[in-house]
């Protein structure tokens, strides 16, 4: 969350020509409703579920670039699905950097929603140490906290290429 996935995705998509999919943005036109309602509404459990089944249904798109959500990973058998399927990046970033532009989102991110200060950075370093097994299991670990700009994507284009 927080780590630029829909931005780099965008721009890895154009470079490569390919289409681009948010998963987070597919389920809010598919339910007409933000991520934010849908977990007040249904509950984690239930999200899960839907972000699931919207995954395997993308995932049978050609030529596209999907954004998953920063979760989807760490549920059922979703990161071996997408391992399977297509291939994998963790854009990787340490709990300051994410500190720095998470605090800018607590209200309008579900999970966040009344964070703050030490609590906001708590809370980003403990989801991080949950979800870094399943996060390394991408098959290209890329550290994002050194880019600037667009052209800054053209080294993990490069990898993409190579993999």
């Known amino acids: 969350m927080g780590v630029g996935k829909t931005t780099i995705g965008k721009e890895v998509a154009k470079q490569l020509n390919l289409?681009?999919?948010?998963?987070?943005?597919?389920?809010?036109?598919?339910?007409?409703?933000?991520?934010r309602m849908l977990f007040e509404e249904k509950g984690e459990a239930?999200?899960?579920e839907i972000e699931n089944r919207v995954l395997h249904e993308v995932a049978l798109f050609?030529?596209?670039?999907?954004?998953t959500g920063g979760g989807t990973p760490c549920f059922f058998d979703n990161i071996e699905f997408m391992n399977r399927v297509g291939?994998?990046?963790?854009?990787?970033a340490s709990p300051a950097a994410l500190f720095t532009k998470l605090e800018k989102f607590i209200y309008s991110r579900p999970v966040l929603y009344g964070l703050s200060g030490e609590a906001l950075l708590n809370f980003?370093?403990?989801?991080?140490?949950?979800?870094?097994s399943f996060y390394m299991k991408a098959h290209i670990v890329f550290d994002v906290e050194g880019m600037n700009t667009k052209h800054d994507?053209?080294?993990?284009?490069?990898?993409?290429?190579?993999?």
């Open 19 to 35: 289409s681009f999919i948010d998963i987070d943005h597919y389920i809010e036109a598919r339910y007409h409703k933000s991520i």
């Open 124 to 132: 980003i370093s403990d989801s991080l140490n949950m979800r870094q």
């Open 153 to 163: 994507v053209q080294s993990l284009v490069d990898m993409l290429k190579l993999n």
């Open 62 to 67: 050609e030529d596209v670039v999907i954004s």
């Open 46 to 48: 239930k999200f899960r």
């Open 87 to 92: 291939k994998t990046i963790y854009l990787m």
